[in-house]
């Protein structure tokens, strides 16, 4: 199977699929809503799989829904217990870029939208290679450094700030597949954009301004201009 190389092609090419147990739930083109590929993955993982989330901070997925064995991974500790959500199965705490997880103990790990804060990428996606056993899956999500999304959000976080920190990568389709198979046993099955959110204007100096935002680009999208389009990609990396 030819592996997907250039992402102005056509993703929904059953070729392009994963060989799991379902087929990927890809939308119409030109749908406004997105497949996600991490609920996809989840869905076909059963109980006694273990998925290490890494950088997962309170935890941003119904774990609960899913059978798998979830092990949540940050550098800072939950404010509460509480503060997980329901379904995961073990918090650790330690460097995000030295994971505290056995070698080959993991049948999948989750990175979504950590690797644009850190300053050696590589390092994280070493350890994803490490943790792995042979054949385990790498989902991985980060912002399209050319979008219009990841250009506010990187002038925001200059006038405002930023919870998680500022975007310090800038990934391109091409160049984060090249980084995350080099010198790594990842290679890519599967990858798809998904949409924009602009959910980082819920910031507080931001709030009062995301609605009419939000608005203004639906509008724009009636003369053909798209800016939820190719907000971010999402990777599915298998280990070989």
């Known amino acids: 199977m030819a592996r997907p190389s250039d992402p102005r092609q056509d993703q929904h090419d059953p070729a392009w699929r994963p060989p799991l147990d379902r087929a990927l739930p890809f939308p119409p083109e030109g749908e406004v809503g997105h497949p996600n590929l991490k609920e996809f993955l989840y869905a076909n993982l059963g109980a006694d799989q273990v998925v290490a989330d890494i950088g997962c901070g309170p935890g941003p997925f119904e774990y609960a829904e899913y059978p798998a064995r979830f092990v949540a991974f940050d550098a800072f500790p939950p404010e509460t217990k509480e503060g997980l959500k329901p379904g995961i199965d073990e918090f650790r705490l330690g460097r995000l870029d030295a994971f505290p997880i056995e070698d080959a103990s993991c049948d999948a790990v989750i990175m979504g ?92 100096k931001l709030r009062w301004a995301r609605r009419p935002f939000i608005s203004i680009l639906r509008g724009m999208k009636h003369i053909g201009y798209d800016g939820f389009r190719d907000g971010n990609f999402q990777f599915l990396f298998r280990k070989s």
């Not at 350890?127 to 050319?146: F, N, Q, S, T």
């Not at 160049?175 to 046993?185: I, K, P, Q, S, V």
Request: include cysteine.
């Open 113 to 204: 939208f950590i690797l644009e804060h850190v300053t050696e990428p590589r390092a994280f996606l070493r350890e994803a290679d490490r943790v792995l056993k042979p054949g385990g899956w790498c989902y991985i999500a980060v912002p399209h450094y050319r979008s219009l999304e990841d250009r506010l959000f990187r002038l925001a976080t200059r006038l405002a700030g930023s919870q998680r920190g500022p975007h310090i990568q800038k990934f391109t389709f091409d160049n984060f597949r090249a980084l995350a198979e080099d010198d790594t046993g990842l290679r890519l099955i599967a990858w798809h954009r998904l949409s924009a959110s602009y959910l980082w204007m819920e910031h507080p």
